[in-house]
């Protein structure tokens, strides 16, 4: 029987509630992250109970866990439910309490909430390829908290949707952002560029990976805004996620990338992420 997580404690799904009144649900007060399994190990796990406790102490959520209590939490879950290949989600909220928007006073303890889904790795698509369109970024000013509130996130995947793509490149203006869940990359003339680390993108983990890659590859990675148009000419055009990984992105508003095919420098990120998966899993 799967297993949810809530509070400390393993329940059976079909028992598992959370309060009407709990702050994420009514305000989506909370924040959240995606773990991916593999081979029964949650990867790069301290980098994202890291950026956990970053995104609490952004919105002033108090929290008594460190990052080896968290890791600790997800382990159970993965045991419990015998995850090999997947992922785990393990959300954060202020807590239960009448609703008003202002913090709860005196403060409620926060609700912890994780759960796990088994599946492969996206072979086929790593391999071929996805398509994107572009949207306009429509999110608040702090996408660096991996806040619970997605709905910007949630329509711009949806736009993708309805194009028959995989997944939306956000740009405010002529600036691009990132994908409505995955960072962005340009590749030109054997140059990385992507968006630098600030409060219009997510801190993401899988472009920690791959900027350590490309540094051992000697592969220049310029973290510096680029245009739409120079993401229209660009030579290959990568996503990155916890879920997606190193994903090409062949097309972009049904226009080929580059070639239309799978580009040299992704295919070397992409065999570096392997190795990096093997030697840290
Ligand atoms: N999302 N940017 C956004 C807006 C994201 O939602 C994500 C990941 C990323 C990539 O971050 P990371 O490499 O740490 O997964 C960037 C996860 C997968 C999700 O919401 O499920």
Redesign the pocket.
Known sequence: MTKVLINERLIEEKDANVAYNDRGYVFGDGIYE?IRVYDNHPFTANA?FERLLRSAKEIGLELNYTVNGFIELVRELIAANGVVNGGVYIQVTRGTAPRDHAFPTPSVKANITAFTKTYDRPYKLLEEGINAVTTEDIRWLR?DIKSLNLLG?VLAKEYAVKYNAQEAIQHRGETVT??????VYAIKDGVIYTHPINNY??N????MVIKEIAQEKGVSFKEETFTLDFLKNADEVLV????IEVMPVVKLNGEAVGDGKVGPITKSLQEGFNRYIDTHS
Do not use: A, P, V
């Open positions: 995606y994202h996408c996130n990132e994908g409505s869940s995955s960072n993108i997510l993401g983990i899988t472009r990155s996620s916890t879920s």
